[in-house]
Structures are given as structure tokens and as C-alpha cells.
């Protein structure tokens, strides 16, 4: 018997989007394994069961090498001809938000939800959004650890496609870090220069450009997540509140 799993979705346009996003990942973002899409409904999708544990922080080098690898590959295939500050289409049909129009919103909503102290902290952060959205354009997926399987036999599987948007090369690795650490507790430095260096590795294995995420910029999206994450503290696993080492 074959098992599979369905996702219900508040309306046929997000369904529609999830299929879309997963389509593009399986064309362009080749290393970043996902379960088959086998059936499309009206506010639906179904994929192929997949039978593994989620990730955990001895799990982040090879997460942040598959994830490179992704980034690059994806780049090289379509988003080179991307620019983080509109929306990024496929065949006519946009793909992607771009980087940080919803990011921008979000930010503002934190201040109003009482997680940023201030509209200074506010101007902060809006001033460290603005100055990451340059380099190469890679893609982000929301990459924390309820977002892998890791099967028996060790294949990595990528879950979840329903909001996919432009980032910086580095941006959704820092969101991995920051929810392994929400979820699993602190990660020594060197274990977290040590992912950053596997990861450039592996993109710059596309292009020498691609691998230049510096330990500064991996820490300016790491404090930009902090703020963005707030809400999730206490929920969805993320047991641990934390601030990050600049």
C-alpha cells in the first residue's frame, strides 16, 4: 500500500501557488529533495508520504550544504535573471514575492505586537533590511526544522511550499539557524561558521559569486529573523527564546 498525505489550503489560489512553487523547485532547485505532488484538488494537494524524524542541530551542516547547493543550482537555472525588489516570474506567472515588501509589513506589525520597543528599533531594522537586499538572488522557503525528514536511510526530504519569496544568498540558512535554536537550544559559533562555510561551498560550486555570505551579513539576518520569529516563541515547538550573537 502506498500512503499519502493531503494538505488542505483556505482557498484555490494558495493551493494553486503551493503546486506552482513546488513545480519550480523540482525544475530549477534540483538538490532540494521534496515528496511527489500526486494530486491537485480545488483547495488541496496531495504528496507522497514520507516516513522521517525532523531536523536537528547535529543535522545543520548538511542541511546548510543541500540548502547552498539549492540556492546555487536555482540561480544558475532561473534566478540569475531575478531582482530582489519586484516579483519573480515563471512562465509568465509570478513565482515569487519579492524581498522586502512583506518583510517591511512585518516588521511595522512587530512594533505594533509590542516586540520591538520603540519606532527607533523599528527604523533599525527597517535600515538592516534595506542594506541586505543586494548580491544574487536565491530563494527562500522558510527552511526551519519542522520543514525537513530525514528518513531511515538518510535521504533529506524538503517540505512545504505554500510562501516562497526572493532573499539574499544566506537569508534562509539564517532562518534555519535561528528555528533550530528556537526548537533545540543554543548552537556553539564555531558549529554555526562551520554551516555557513559548507553552504557558501556548495554555492559557489555554481558560481565563485555565489559563495561569499559573510559571517556579518549571516548575523544581520540573523537579528533581522529574531524580530520576525518573536511571536513564534513558545509555539510550534520553538521552546526557546533567544537573541543573537552579533
Avoid at 537586499?133 to 533529506?156: E, H, M, Q, S, W
Avoid at 555570505?213 to 539576518?221: A, D, H, I, V, Y
Wanted: glycine share 6%; with cysteine; proline share 6%.
Amino acid at each position: 500500500m502506498s500512503f499519502r498525505f493531503t494538505k488542505n489550503y483556505e482557498t484555490f489560489a494558495k493551493a494553486a501557488a503551493a503546486a506552482r512553487h513546488h513545480g519550480w523547485l523540482a525544475t530549477h532547485a534540483k538538490p532540494l529533495r521534496q515528496p511527489a505532488l500526486t494530486a491537485v484538488g480545488p483547495n488541496s494537494l496531495t504528496f507522497e508520504f514520507i516516513d522521517g524524524r525532523h531536523a536537528r542541530r547535529e543535522d545543520l551542516p548538511r542541511l546548510a550544504e543541500i540548502l547552498g547547493d539549492a540556492h546555487g543550482a536555482a540561480w544558475a537555472s532561473d534566478l540569475h535573471r531575478a531582482q530582489m525588489d519586484r516579483p519573480h516570474t515563471f512562465r509568465d506567472v509570478t513565482v515569487f514575492e519579492d524581498f522586502r515588501s512583506c518583510r517591511e509589513a512585518a516588521l511595522r506589525k512587530r512594533l505594533q505586537q509590542g516586540f520591538l520597543p520603540n519606532p527607533s528599533a523599528l527604523h533599525a531594522m527597517l535600515t538592516l533590511l534595506e542594506r541586505s537586499a543586494d548580491g544574487p538572488a536565491a530563494f527562500y522557503k522558510d527552511c526551519n526544522p519542522r520543514n525537513f525528514l530525514i528518513t531511515g536511510d538518510d535521504t533529506v526530504f524538503s517540505l512545504d511550499t505554500d510562501d516562497l519569496t526572493l532573499a539574499p544568498f544566506g537569508y534562509d540558512l539564517a532562518k534555519l539557524i535561528a528555528t533550530l535554536i528556537m526548537t533545540h537550544g543554543p548552537i556553539a559559533p564555531s558549529d554555526i561558521a562551520a554551516a555557513l562555510h559548507v553552504y557558501n561551498r556548495a554555492a559557489a560550486q555554481h558560481d565563485a559569486q555565489l559563495g561569499t555570505t559573510s559571517r556579518e551579513r549571516l548575523g544581520n539576518f540573523l537579528a533581522l529573523h529574531a524580530v520576525l520569529t518573536a511571536p513564534y516563541a513558545g509555539r510550534n515547538g520553538y521552546r526557546y527564546r533567544w537573541l543573537p550573537q552579533r
